[in-house]
């Protein structure tokens, strides 16, 4: 598989106009793919916007060439897992080869909006793989064209199929920041997803998505890798620091945030963010080299697909300093 450097489009900041404005932007500048974001609200009151991922993702996909998926969504509380197959299969079917499937057990900001009760962590990370089953057996149905029903501890599905369906269906990919997951997810998923964080951790994390890849018969080293890097570029030091602490603070918070359910409470939280509290969470340095170090360092790890999000507003001065002095050194 050949190793790429995307776009991740935070759309917690970004109008959807913007943000499909700046995917095709940063393609033009050597950019391979688009990673959006599924939020139903932003972080912080700062960031503004939480459009709808699959509108966007549509329009991303008309104005691209590269490949593109949401990073991640969860088919668990706001979507049933047969909408979101649905939408899936969909964009599969119109831009056959592209589209990949991030999945992942959600947080409270944006899957609490429903009024279900919010789980603890273990039954959200069973009620995901679950909505992954689902999604397999209908992207399945719709290959074979064959109906398909399931009757699941906390999802129903009545007979029926994807009538709209690829040749091939999208990769799915879990999302994880936890060993025990990781190997779990090697068992089911096509790929894993992950952010960035210290290397040895990140090791690990790959290291047990691979054991589970090798317990369920399957190829570890062909299946896609996918790291969402944050970081804040800028022309001075200064700069770059501000833009984190003003547009991404939940970036510096050293604690589990799944259970926040506000903007405004996490804009309390906010207020506590120290510069120090970003360190191995988000990469801030006004050096171009310093940041294509760090994405090398991850392509050496053995993650194929990097998806690049800087926090900051000044988006195109950024695309256009990565595209030109990082982007083209990285060595695959």
Excluded: C
Aim: aromatic residues 10%; hydrophobic residues 45%.
């Amino acid at each position: 598989m050949t190793a790429r450097i995307g776009f991740s489009a935070a759309l917690e900041q970004l109008a959807p106009a913007e943000a499909v404005e700046l995917a095709a932007y940063a393609e033009s500048r050597g950019f391979s793919g688009v990673m959006a974001s599924d939020h139903f609200q932003p972080w912080v009151p700062q960031q503004g916007e939480s459009p709808f991922v699959w509108n966007v993702l549509t329009a991303v996909a008309e104005r691209t060439v590269g490949d593109f998926g949401p990073g991640v969504t969860a088919p668990t509380f706001r979507l049933h897992p047969a909408v979101v197959a649905q939408a899936s299969a969909t964009l599969g079917a119109m831009y056959p080869g592209r589209h990949w499937l991030g999945i992942g057990s959600g947080e409270a900001l944006s899957e609490h909006v429903v009024g279900q009760y919010w789980p603890e962590a273990p039954e959200r990370i069973d009620r995901m793989f679950e909505a992954v089953e689902i999604i397999q057996r209908l992207f399945a149905s719709g290959i074979r064209h064959r109906d398909v029903k399931f009757d699941g501890r906390y999802f129903k599905l009545e007979t029926t199929r994807l009538w709209t369906m690829p040749e091939v269906a999208p990769e799915i990919l879990i999302a994880t920041a936890g060993p025990v997951t990781a190997r779990r997810a090697g068992k089911v998923a096509d790929g894993l997803i992950t952010v960035g964080a210290p290397v040895d951790r990140l090791a690990n994390l790959l290291e047990r998505f691979a054991e589970g890849q090798r317990e369920s018969g399957r190829r570890a080293d062909a299946a896609p890798k996918v790291l969402q890097l944050h970081l804040s570029w800028a022309a001075t030091e200064q700069e770059a620091l501000e833009n984190a602490l003003t547009e991404w603070p939940n970036g510096g918070m050293r604690f589990p945030k799944t259970d926040i359910r506000s903007p405004y409470e996490f804009a309390q939280f906010a207020r506590s963010v120290r510069p120090e509290d970003f360190e191995g969470q988000v990469l801030i340095s006004a050096d171009p080299d310093v940041h294509r170090a760090a994405i090398q360092q991850y392509v050496d790890l053995g993650f194929d697909r990097v998806y690049l999000h800087n926090v900051g507003r000044n988006q195109r001065e950024w695309i256009d300093v990565f595209g030109r002095e990082v982007l083209p050194k990285v060595r695959f």
